[in-house]
């Protein structure tokens, strides 16, 4: 599957409001050896997914033009894998130091909302990331299931039909 073929197609078949355009603005693909080394600092495998969506684009951002002006960075779609890293050891140091009650550990994020700290993630079970996409509200620490799959979950969150 071409990532890059499903989120342009899910851009061009979506409903636009009047004087919007958005567009997804793809990166150069992660390595495998540098997914490899994130993968060892997040003791955690990556699902499949994941890993080939990041090695055909290192992170995907959401462009945004209002009235036909210049296109903006609205927010990432996905974080490139330098900022999975960064995120989830800054959640994880967090948590050892009692900031959170919960493991993050137990967690890879890979995204977030946009608003209010909402992060996405896939759960950790014995080293290996599942294909569930889980959402985390930080407000009140709960931690919900999503959406089935990373494709599932674009689909749905680029056509608003899963909301936080």
């Known amino acids: 599957m071409s990532w890059r073929d499903l989120i342009t197609g899910i851009y061009e078949s979506r409903p636009q ?53 210049d296109w903006f960075e609205s927010m990432w779609l996905f974080w490139k894998i330098e900022e999975v890293v960064e995120q989830n050891r800054q959640y994880r140091a967090a948590s050892e130091e009692e900031k959170y009650e919960r493991d ?40 919900d299931e999503l959406a089935p799959s990373l494709e599932a979950f674009l689909r749905g969150w680029l056509t608003s039909t899963i909301s936080v």
Not at 18 to 38: H, L
């Open 17 to 69: 409001q009047p004087g919007i355009a958005g567009k997804a603005e793809f990166y150069p693909g992660a390595s495998a050896a540098t997914i490899a080394d994130a993968e060892a600092v997040l003791n955690a495998a990556l699902p499949a997914s994941l890993r080939s969506l990041l090695l055909e684009s290192n992170g995907v951002m959401d462009m945004m033009a209002i009235d036909e002006g």
């Open 104 to 143: 993050f550990s137990s967690l890879v994020f890979f995204a977030d909302a946009g608003a209010d700290g909402i992060r996405f993630a896939f759960r950790v079970e014995d080293g290996v990331c599942a294909p569930w996409i889980v959402v985390w509200h930080p407000i009140m620490d709960e931690l």
